[in-house]
């Protein structure tokens, strides 16, 4: 399958375990430290490569070191990279990411050569050929809102093409210019942040709501350790998007795959928009936010309930959103009414009123969390690649909260992911076993006899107070 990606480019540095910074010119000694091909564009093209897909990225990076790197490192995943703009005197875009021992990540950014992107940088041919794009960043690489190119996404629109758009800030006035790019895309995947600073909606409802009535005909909102809420007009989510053709997906793999870099085993949560929350026992799916981690706190600090909805052995049965929406856009206490309730119709652009708005959640995976870098471009790939396999949009979904919580496995945004099958077989086996199986017939440890005539201590030799005794 065919996919262009457009948009970001970053060189991500990385290192973990981060706990402080040191006092003065201080050294502190690491597990791990990488460089890694990352952003909404780049990251994501790293990781439909992977997932099989043929990709070509599209953007712009400086004439430097750091983007020499970049396109080494995505050649060598297989990414063609032949048409991505160097910008002589500009850095290219990247980050420095002190990963947290429980997986959070704070970040230092330099916006760089993202900045630059315009229409002039992405060829309308190569776009021709793709049988998805996907627009990673559109709230940064604002210079491609441009009714020419608004256009084009259009016209391949009406060929067929999917169209799929992320988003990498969550600085209001970025997020509301990029808004102009919604008439012109299939599927919108921002997380529960995103969301409600680019429409202003008091709950994700609402805000889901709000972006279909621009004209995309799927929003996926990621909510962290919640899993994602799926929300779709004009057909059910578990209704096949109309292709031709469907391809089925391959066999899942008999066992996961191991990541390539060590990590301690770890049960929190790698959640859909970068938090890690402070439960031992939680789930992973896709994410892009560089807030700390919390403990799967809503905006006003105060924790969520926890989700009754839970994957079944083989990650398909997803019940419908039973929820309700606090004010601040967070889901909390259980109610009986589903989110295709009366009073949430969505009126498109073309004055055409659609109900019921359909809304169901994709919960979240379990997995061990090294580092939630990549968690959203992990997401957004799994989800390209389901579409292109013909699959339905929830189940779509699931391949991108499968691939969300294999990057959260190791450290950086090309972590984790090894190849489809093995991402898959996360649906069908979620939780690898931790402890090994006991020995059937373990024999019992015998006891020493106590000597019934211990021999006297004799002069000069050590006192049990005195004997060396081992560091504790």
């Known amino acids: 399958m065919t996919v262009v990606t457009v948009g970001v480019h970053i060189v991500d540095i990385l290192t973990r375990p981060v706990d402080h910074i040191p006092p003065g010119q201080d050294t502190v000694l690491v597990d791990q430290i ?20 043929q990709v070509t990225s599209l953007g712009a990076i400086g004439d430097d070191e ?9 050649t060598r995943h297989g990414v063609d990279v032949s048409h991505v703009r160097r910008r002589p005197g500009e850095q290219t875009a990247a980050s420095i990411l002190p990963i947290r021992p429980d997986g959070g990540r704070p970040s230092f950014h330099v916006p760089g050569a993202n900045l630059t992107v315009t229409p002039a940088d992405v060829d309308p041919d190569i776009l021709r050929t793709a049988k998805a794009i996907h627009l990673g960043g559109v709230d940064v690489t604002f210079g491609l ?19 799929t758009m992320d988003l990498l800030s969550e600085m209001p006035d970025l997020l509301s210019m990029a808004k102009s790019f919604l008439p012109h895309v299939d599927y919108v995947l921002p997380n529960e942040s995103q969301a409600l600073l680019m429409t202003g909606a008091p709950t994700l409802q609402k805000a889901a709501e709000a972006l279909l009535s621009e004209g995309p005909k799927g929003v996926l909102i990621t909510m962290g350790d919640q899993g994602s809420l799926i929300f779709t007009t004009g057909q059910s989510p578990s209704e096949a998007p109309n292709q031709s053709t469907q391809t089925p997906p391959p066999e899942p793999a008999a066992t996961m795959n191991p990541d390539d870099q060590p990590t ?23 994410g892009h936010s560089a807030k700390p981690p919390a403990e799967a706190a809503a905006t006003d600090g105060h924790p969520t309930e926890t989700r009754a909805e839970a994957a079944t052995a083989d990650g398909q049965p997803v019940q419908p959103l039973a929820e309700a929406a606090t004010a601040n856009g967070q889901l909390g206490e259980p109610r009986t009414e589903a989110a295709t309730a009366d009073g949430l119709a969505v009126r498109t652009p073309g004055g055409e009123t659609v109900q019921p708005l359909a809304g169901e959640v994709v919960p979240a995976l379990k997995t061990e969390v090294s580092d939630t870098t990549g968690c959203g471009d992990a997401y957004c ?34 972590a984790g992911i090894t190849d489809l099958p093995s991402t898959l077989a996360l649906l069908t086996n979620p939780t690898p076993p931790t402890n090994p199986t ?35």
């Open 34 to 53: 990488r460089l890694t091909a990352a952003g909404a564009a780049a990251g994501t093209a790293v990781d439909l490569a992977k997932l099989g897909n």
């Open 66 to 74: 750091l983007g020499d790197f970049l396109l080494m490192v995505m």
């Open 145 to 163: 809102a441009d009714p020419a190119f608004f256009a084009l996404l259009d016209t391949l629109r009406a060929n067929g093409t999917i169209i």
């Open 264 to 286: 301690k085993p770890r049960t929190e949560a790698a959640t859909t928009d970068g938090h890690l929350t402070q439960t031992r026992e939680a789930a992973a799916t896709g």
């Open 381 to 414: 790939a799994g989800f390209i690649t389901g579409l292109l396999h013909g699959q339905d949009v929830l189940t779509a979904a699931r391949w991108g909260t499968a691939a969300a919580a294999r990057v959260a496995t190791g450290l950086g945004s090309d």
């Open 438 to 472: 006991p020995p059937t017939n373990p024999t019992p440890p015998t006891n020493p006899t106590p000597p019934t005539n211990p021999t006297p201590q004799s002069a000069g030799q050590l006192r049990p107070a005195d004997q060396p005794q081992p560091f504790s």
